[in-house]
């Protein structure tokens, strides 16, 4: 009997050996574990049979017994450790970097040249103290037009030929709109730019489009005066255009009064690139400020106008073509 279960306890270790480095992981090892070495594994079972044996041949059985357990659990613990081992060595070649390979080209983008314009007019404004204002691009024919001195027979309407919605609004002509919508939510002193798209039933051509970019100022405080507005918009242009000959011209524009076209001369020639004024008592009256004590002036340009001027553009209709030949040249 005992030589019959020493046999058996040496084939079990082994077969459990053999088995145990066979395993190819982690879970597959546990299973052999609770085989072997489990409360209802096979050794166990090997051990209950020892009830069987005399008191002397007990202690012998126990010792080899004792072996058999050592050799099979050591031999766990070392497939344990490799397939450890290999697991981590496997997720690090898995996930390493190397930061020898080439990166993964993504080309750089740049800035649209109508954003180029608006950045670099907000830059300069807001150096000058102005804040950026924004209004909705659907309107009101009250904030559009009869809030700025226009009535609806006024004769300036007919200058700005306008997309009117079925509902009665329209998409605005003008940012001027964003100037009333401010003044009647702030008191002054007030210092503003208004940029943001506007809309007019234009002929496409080179220089027109129906749907283009302003960008307005507005500043309205006690004592202003029309040297304040020159003194404002020749700093402006000159920081954009740099030292260039300005002139003003007497113009007219409902809600400004005294109403002025500005021009620069570039290249050898005068070109018109804004208008401006005083504004009108009516639109101060609009939004409940008193005349008498405040005065205010006003400004305005299309920012394609000033990408034409600045980027020697042909067509205004480059711009808005997305052709990337033409705008990597930014």
């Known amino acids: ?36 070495l489990g409360k209802k594994g096979e050794l166990g079972a090997l051990l209950r049979s020892m ?39 496997g997720r690090l070649e898995a996930e390493t970097l190397d930061v020898t390979m080439p990166g993964i080209y993504r080309p750089q983008g740049r800035i649209h040249p109508l954003n180029g314009i608006i950045d670099r007019a907000t830059d300069i404004f807001v150096g000058m103290g102005y804040t950026v204002a924004n209004g909705p691009e659907m309107e009101t024919d009250y904030y559009n037009f009869e809030a700025l001195n226009t009535p609806p027979d006024h004769p300036a309407r007919d200058m700005q030929d306008t997309f009117y919605l079925p509902d009665g609004n329209l998409l605005r002509t003008q940012t001027s709109s964003v100037q009333i919508r401010y003044m009647e939510a702030e008191e002054p002193p007030i210092r503003i730019i208004a940029p943001g798209r506007v809309y007019r039933k234009d002929e496409v051509d080179a220089t027109h489009t129906a749907v283009f970019h302003q960008i307005e100022l507005l500043a309205v405080d006690e004592g202003l005066t029309f040297t ?4 404002t918009i020749k700093m402006f242009l000159q920081a954009m255009f740099g030292e260039v000959p300005i002139r003003f011209r007497a113009s007219y524009f409902p809600f400004t009064e005294p109403s002025a076209e500005v021009d620069l001369q570039w290249n050898g020639r005068w070109l018109e690139v804004m208008g401006c004024g005083m504004v009108d008592p009516n639109v101060l009256k609009a939004v409940g400020y008193d ?5 205010g002036f006003a400004a305005g340009f299309g920012v394609e106008r000033f990408a034409m001027v600045l980027h020697q553009l042909d067509d205004i209709r480059r711009v808005y073509s997305s052709d990337l030949r033409f705008l990597r040249q930014f």
């Open 291 to 295: 005349p008498e004590v405040y005065t």
């Open 228 to 231: 304040d507005l020159k003194g």
């Open 1 to 36: 009997m005992t030589s019959n279960l020493e046999a058996q306890l040496l084939t079990l270790q082994a077969e459990g050996e053999k088995a145990i480095f066979s395993a190819d992981s982690l879970e597959r090892l546990e299973e052999l574990r609770v085989n072997y």
């Open 51 to 89: 009830g069987q044996l005399s008191a002397e041949e007990r202690p012998k059985i126990g010792a080899i017994a004792n072996t058999v357990k050592e050799a099979i659990q050591n031999s766990i613990d070392q497939q344990r450790a490799s397939l450890e081992a290999a697991e981590i060595q």
